[in-house]
């Protein structure tokens, strides 16, 4: 009889990439010249690998730490496809309230592990999700950046058009009369037909977020996206009360029992949790089942996150019926371009939607050679 558990974790093996940004990106936070993620490779004794993404944006060698200090060994082993039961023994490897890196690590490894077991299937993971079974998901171009001029503020406009996507979102950041300047010039530039949406990073006071609201409600924006630090859930709170804008967040949460008061009570009307730092697909699919449970959408941050990342919340977003739209950073990123034979979202639009990856698991093959020169460079920052 065959073992009932042949996929049986055999290694855990985190490797820290970084990248020198050939365009800086720049939002009310500042401007990067270099960015990095961790991708997770495991590989079971049966022979699979599979592969997954932490959001690890600076000291990816210590988060390389953590997982195969602290994670791996609670998981070599174990049985790769018993995900749940991973996901507990990780939350269980230090103490303290969610979040942080902790749970940047395990989003990477959890994200491995349903790559391993679309494989065992034979099937895409948005198959083993049982839901919505989408082909294409539609999304929106990122980010018409917070510094610059008119004019490039219209050619980055102009070339998003160019690339087909019909929705975009714009940084802003302080002073609020720029930002205000910024929202009708966008707009100006996008004419009517594009659905625009803002994002502040938190840039704003609750005074100061309730004066862009009212530009942004003026010139028929679709969201106001993390006005307030996303810790201020009851600035949140009074914000809905006084502009008209709908509200987004949820990048900056890493579990359910963070992103569930403002949807309990309809503050948010679109969250939008990053699936390379909550935890991964696991705690997305929580996430994104309790927004449906209250009419709330589900909105996939990307971000400056690479191809996995991508690939994981176009699964995700492909089964939930609440996935309205997902992020698609436009900007040179290796992390994206470089590193699997998967296109970047942003280079594959058609009719503002990308299609859904079919092969088995995450439905992308990693170009170790790629892996190895971006390790190379993590490890060179952090000597
Ligand atoms: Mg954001």
Not at 58 to 76: G, K
Request: charged letters at 20%; one cysteine or more; proline letters at 5%.
């Amino acid at each position: 009889m065959a073992e009932a558990t042949p996929h049986r974790i055999r290694e855990v093996i985190a490797h820290p990439l970084t990248q020198r940004l050939p365009s800086p990106s720049e939002t009310s936070w500042g401007r990067y010249d270099r960015v990095s993620i961790l991708l997770v490779e495991i590989r079971t004794e049966s022979g699979l690998v599979g592969v997954g993404e932490c959001l690890a944006r600076f000291a990816p060698v210590a988060y390389a730490e953590l997982i195969e200090t602290a994670l791996a060994p609670r998981l070599v082993g174990q049985d790769a496809l018993a995900i749940g039961a991973n996901w507990a023994r990780m939350r269980r490897a230090l103490s303290g309230r969610a979040g942080g890196m902790l749970f940047e690590a395990i989003a990477g490894v959890d994200i491995a592990l349903w790559d391993i077991a679309g494989k065992a299937a034979g099937q895409p993971i948005h198959r083993l999700l049982h839901g919505e079974s989408r082909a294409a998901v539609p999304v929106y171009g990122a980010s018409v950046m917070w510094g610059g001029d008119a004019a490039r503020v219209a050619e980055t406009v102009d070339r998003f058009k160019e690339q087909g996507f019909s929705r975009m979102k714009i940084k802003i950041g302080a002073p609020v009369r720029e930002a205000c300047q910024r929202i009708a010039e966008v707009r100006a530039a996008a004419g009517d037909q594009i659905e625009l949406t803002a994002d502040s990073n938190w840039a704003y006071t609750l005074d100061e977020a309730v004066t862009v609201g009212r530009a942004l409600a003026d010139h028929g924006y679709t969201w106001f996206e993390e006005p307030l630090r996303p810790e201020d859930e009851d600035g949140h709170r009074m914000l809905r009360t006084r502009c008209a804008v709908p509200l987004a967040a949820g990048e900056s949460n890493y579990t359910l029992d963070q992103s569930a008061p403002l949807v309990n009570d309809r503050t948010l009307s679109y969250l939008q949790p990053n699936i390379t730092r909550s935890g991964g697909i696991t705690e997305v699919l929580r996430m994104a089942r309790h927004a449906a449970a209250h009419d709330v959408a589900y909105a996939p941050h990307v971000g400056m996150s690479g191809i996995i990342c991508e690939a994981a919340s176009l699964h995700v977003a492909a089964a939930m019926p609440n996935a309205k739209v997902m992020e698609c950073p436009a900007s040179a990123n290796r992390f994206k371009s470089d590193l699997a034979d998967l296109s970047p979202g942003a280079t594959r639009v058609q009719d503002g939607a990308v299609a859904v990856p079919q092969g088995p698991g995450l439905g992308l093959k990693v170009n170790w050679d790629a892996v190895a020169e971006m390790e190379g460079l993590a490890r060179e920052v952090a000597a």
